[in-house]
Structure formats: structure tokens, C-alpha cells
């Protein structure tokens, strides 16, 4: 049993070394025909022609991680609901309801995100 | 002799399959960038390429050829491995995704049971390579393009995740194979038409194509998470969006268009492989078609309309799909009552779009403050 999901994953293991080998050698290729003459303007990062300002470190809105931490939770969710799509009908309607009662307190969730303005980027509605 | 070795072993076995795959995907993706090329001039009342070969066919091949010969540049301010190992983690994601996909009941690189989970798996995991990117280039419009990548593509990874999930509660599987020989008689898209607009609508972002291209929009972040990066290492985030939008494409018409199948059983028993083949290109085609012609014919989603797009209207009418699955399901109702629910919800979905996207905004008023900027 063991050995037979080890066989199926097998392909996952070799798509990830090709995988790395397909860039690897395209980059390899690259390097080979591709003429290599670095100088300082080169190397200066791109804005719109002009000489950088700064590093780029700038700061990021909060709003990103607000709808990182909606995302993590849904998603989350989404793990939950995957074995329970398949095996629910065999359970019988408990099951069923079971779920909506989840997926209705991860709505209030969301519904309580919406009227606090979340979701509206920062926009007041 | 050896062919009996191969098909005995399931390392070389596997080796085999995914090496004509990995010979397949750069010759798809020349082929596409031309293919794509040209639709969206025929669109715009152009002719597109015509120059390189006849009707401008080997324009991709002269394309690879100048990526290939290109110096490479890297920012001397750049993290070094974190900007090396971008393209890395965005292509084998999109790589690995291949595996699970078949195409058609007999040829396929494995048949792997929890097949749909482990596509939504891996495919989630090329956002971390476009934060990757932002972040190690040192670039400000990298760094905004990043993190506009990694909002848009979580936001909309969850509206696809619940309209594929709601194909596999109708056929009781995760597996592609056994989802596909459950549409015989009618394709998912008639049961399931709301979940088919959301797969549809969330798998064009996931795409980050146009008319959700805000991570890349040229005249906002100059192309976003790839300003720094050029010639070949730029091609390998191009080959990644191409060989998605090839998968999203076939992963669609494998769950909601009935994937090999023909049409009312032309093929009584058993259909012949060459017709197989053909359905499935015909069939994803159409999805291939249909993204390049709404590259072509939408402008621009704004920021803030294009995350409550997804959370304030697609990810409750997916949970709503998923209700309403559960109810028709759980007590035994005929699959016939999805048709009209599914077919209704759709309707109320799409009219709330509209009205959204007839609405005007708030009134500038003086003394009015707005909160930050739309970055």
C-alpha cells in the first residue's frame, strides 16, 4: 500500500528535478551564447531612466496583510472542505449541515470584514 | 525489450513520459506566443507578425534565439540567490502541476487518486516566486509588483478552489480521470454554470492576463515583479504564464467541459485515441481563445475593484454553489434541479456585476479625505 502511493509519487519527484534542470539549462545555454560586458550602469537598478532614489525598501500598505490573513483563513477552509466534498454524501445530512454551520461562521467572518471596510481597499463605503 | 523495461520500472517509466513532456513544453509555448500574437491582431484589425516565415510563423522560434543570445543583467544592489532563485520557484511549480493532468483517458504521466487537490496544491506555490522576484530585485516597481502579485493570486486562488471543488462533490472524486468519465451524458457546465463563470473569471487572474493584469500593468509598475530581470531568466517567467495558461485551460475543460468525451456518445464503446486528442484540443482551444480574446477586448480592472470583485461577490456565490451541491446531493434530489439553481445564481451573480459596473463612484466633496493611496 505503502510502496503503491511511493510508485504514484515517483513522476512528482522526477517533475521536480526536470523542472530545475529545464531552467537550469536554459540559464546554462544563456550563458554560453550570451555576450557578458558588466559595468556599473548596468548594474543600477531601473527608474524610468532616472538614478535610483534610496533602496526600494519602501513601505507596504497594511491592507496586504489583511487580506493575507482573509486569504489564510478561507484557505484553511478550503483544506477542510476538500475530504469532506468527497466523502459527505456517504455520512448522510448531519455532515452536511455540519459544514454550512462552518463555512456560515467563516462568512459572519468575512461579512464583518466587509462592513469594517477591508475589503473595499482602504476606501470608506 | 527495452520498452518492457521502461513500463516495468515506474522510475524509468515516469522518466520517459515526463520527458517528452519537458521536450513538449518549450515547443508549446514558442508555438502559443505566436498563436497569441496573431489573435490579438486579427482582434485589433491587424495583421500581427508576418515578416520571420510564412505568415510570420517562425516569429517565436527568431524570438528564443534573441532571448537566448541576450546578455543577462543582474542589479549589482539585487539579493543575489533570493533573485537567482525566482525563476526557479515559479517554473517547476507550473512543472510539477503537469503531472496530475491527463489527457486523454490513456495518456497521462500518472494517474494520481487526490489528482485536483495536489493540481491546487502545487499551482499556489509560483506566488511565492513572484514575491521572490519583487523583493530580491531591489527594484520599488518590483516591490509593488510583487506584493500586488501575491494579493491578487491568493485572493482569486480561493474563488477557483471552491468552483473546482464544487465539480468534485458533484462527482464524488478528486480524481481528473474519474471526474471526466462522469460527464458521459452532460458536461459539468450544465450543472455547475456558476461555478463555471467563477473558474472562468478567477482562473483569467490567476493568469494575471488583461483584464486582471495589475501586477505586471505596464504604465503603473512598468512590469511589476520582472523590470530587472532580462533575456532569458525574463523568458522563464514568460514560460511560466504560457504552460499555466495551457494548464488552467485544460483543467477547465477537463471538469467542466466534459474533457475527452464527444458530444451525445458519437463513439459508441470506445472512443479511437486520435479523437480523443482532438476533442481535448478542440475544447481547450476554445479556453485558449477565449483568455486571448479578453486580453484583447477589456481595458484595466482598478486595484480596489478587482479584490472586491473577488471577496464581495465571487467567494460567496462559490460558497453558495457549494450549498446549494450539498443540499441537492445530501437528500437525493435529481441532478436536473441544478440546472435552473445553478443557472439562477449564476444570473443574480452576473447582474450584480453589472450594476457594480454601472455604478458611479463617490462624489468628489470638498473636505472629503481619501485613505492613503490606491498602491
Given amino acids: 500500500m505503502i510502496t503503491e502511493?511511493?510508485?504514484?509519487?515517483?513522476?512528482?519527484?522526477?517533475?521536480?528535478?526536470l523542472g530545475f534542470l529545464l531552467v537550469a539549462g536554459?540559464?546554462?545555454?544563456?550563458?554560453?551564447?550570451a555576450p557578458r560586458q558588466p559595468t556599473r550602469t548596468k548594474g543600477v537598478t531601473y527608474e524610468c531612466g532616472m538614478l535610483p532614489i534610496g533602496r526600494s525598501r519602501t513601505q507596504v500598505h497594511f491592507r496586504y496583510y489583511l487580506f493575507a490573513i482573509l486569504f489564510l483563513i478561507f484557505d484553511i477552509e478550503a483544506v477542510f472542505l476538500f475530504p469532506w466534498s468527497v466523502a459527505f454524501v456517504k455520512i448522510g445530512a448531519q455532515a452536511f449541515w455540519e459544514m454550512v454551520v462552518f463555512i456560515l461562521i467563516l462568512a459572519f467572518g468575512l461579512l464583518y470584514a466587509w462592513k469594517k471596510g477591508v475589503l473595499s481597499w482602504g476606501k470608506e463605503t | 525489450?527495452?520498452?518492457?523495461?521502461?513500463?516495468?520500472?515506474?522510475?524509468?517509466?515516469?522518466?520517459?513520459?515526463?520527458?517528452?513532456?519537458?521536450l513538449l513544453v518549450p515547443v508549446t509555448v514558442i508555438i502559443l506566443t505566436w498563436v497569441e500574437r496573431k489573435v490579438i491582431g486579427r482582434l485589433q484589425m491587424r495583421l500581427g507578425p508576418m515578416r520571420v516565415g510564412p505568415y510570420g510563423t517562425l516569429q517565436g522560434v527568431a524570438d528564443t534565439i534573441k532571448?537566448?543570445?541576450?546578455?543577462?543583467?543582474?542589479?549589482?544592489?539585487?539579493d543575489r540567490w533570493v533573485f537567482e532563485l525566482a525563476p526557479f520557484v515559479i517554473v517547476v511549480p507550473v512543472f510539477m502541476a503537469v503531472v496530475a493532468i491527463p489527457f486523454t483517458a490513456d495518456l497521462f504521466i500518472k494517474n494520481l487518486t487526490l489528482g485536483l487537490f495536489y493540481f491546487?496544491?502545487?499551482?499556489?506555490?509560483?506566488?511565492?516566486?513572484?514575491?521572490?522576484?519583487?523583493?530580491g530585485s531591489d527594484?520599488?516597481?518590483?516591490?509593488?509588483?510583487?506584493?500586488?502579485?501575491?494579493?491578487?493570486?491568493?485572493?482569486?486562488?480561493?474563488?477557483?478552489?471552491?468552483?473546482?471543488?464544487a465539480v468534485?462533490?458533484?462527482?464524488?472524486?478528486?480524481?481528473?480521470?474519474?471526474?471526466?468519465?462522469?460527464q458521459e451524458d452532460t458536461p459539468n457546465i450544465a450543472y455547475q454554470s456558476l461555478a463555471f463563470i467563477i473558474f472562468a473569471i478567477a482562473g483569467l487572474a490567476e493568469l494575471y492576463r488583461q483584464p486582471f493584469d495589475i501586477p505586471v500593468a505596464e504604465s503603473e509598475v512598468v512590469g511589476g515583479p520582472?523590470?530587472?530581470?532580462?533575456?532569458?531568466?525574463?523568458?522563464?517567467?514568460?514560460?511560466?504564464?504560457?504552460?499555466?495558461?495551457v494548464l488552467i485551460s485544460i483543467l477547465g475543460s477537463l471538469i467542466f467541459l466534459g474533457g475527452w468525451q464527444w458530444p451525445w456518445s458519437v463513439f459508441d464503446a470506445s472512443v479511437p485515441v486520435a479523437a480523443q486528442v482532438a476533442m481535448m484540443a478542440v475544447k481547450t482551444g476554445t479556453f485558449i481563445f477565449f483568455f486571448m480574446w479578453m486580453r484583447a477586448s477589456l481595458p484595466r480592472l482598478r486595484i480596489d475593484q478587482m479584490m472586491s470583485f473577488c471577496w464581495q461577490l465571487l467567494l460567496p456565490f462559490a460558497f453558495l454553489q457549494i450549498i446549494i451541491n450539498g443540499l441537492v446531493l445530501v437528500y437525493d434530489w435529481p441532478n436536473e434541479i441544478l440546472i435552473p439553481l445553478s443557472g439562477a445564481a449564476a444570473a443574480g451573480a452576473v447582474y450584480l456585476t453589472y450594476r457594480a459596473a454601472r455604478a458611479t463612484g463617490v462624489r468628489y466633496q470638498p473636505g472629503y479625505q481619501t485613505v492613503g493611496s490606491v498602491l
Fill in chain 2, 120 to 135: 491546487v496544491a502545487v499551482s499556489g506555490l509560483s506566488i511565492v516566486g513572484f514575491v521572490m522576484a519583487g523583493w
Fill in chain 2, 1 to 22: 525489450m527495452s520498452l518492457v523495461l521502461i513500463s516495468h520500472n515506474p522510475w524509468l517509466e515516469s522518466l520517459a513520459r515526463l520527458a517528452i513532456i519537458a
Fill in chain 2, 139 to 165: 527594484n520599488k516597481y518590483a516591490l509593488l509588483g510583487g506584493v500586488r502579485a501575491a494579493a491578487q493570486l491568493i485572493s482569486y486562488e480561493i474563488p477557483l478552489v471552491m468552483a473546482i471543488l
Fill in chain 1, 5 to 17: 502511493l511511493f510508485a504514484d509519487y515517483i513522476a512528482v519527484l522526477i517533475a521536480t528535478i
Fill in chain 1, 26 to 33: 536554459a540559464l546554462f545555454g544563456n550563458r554560453i551564447l
Fill in chain 2, 67 to 78: 532571448l537566448l543570445t541576450k546578455e543577462d543583467v543582474r542589479p549589482q544592489t539585487a
Fill in chain 2, 168 to 182: 468534485a462533490m458533484l462527482s464524488q472524486s478528486l480524481n481528473l480521470a474519474v471526474i471526466v468519465g462522469a
Fill in chain 2, 226 to 245: 520582472f523590470v530587472e530581470y532580462s533575456g532569458i531568466r525574463w523568458s522563464m517567467f514568460q514560460l511560466g504564464e504560457f504552460v499555466n495558461l
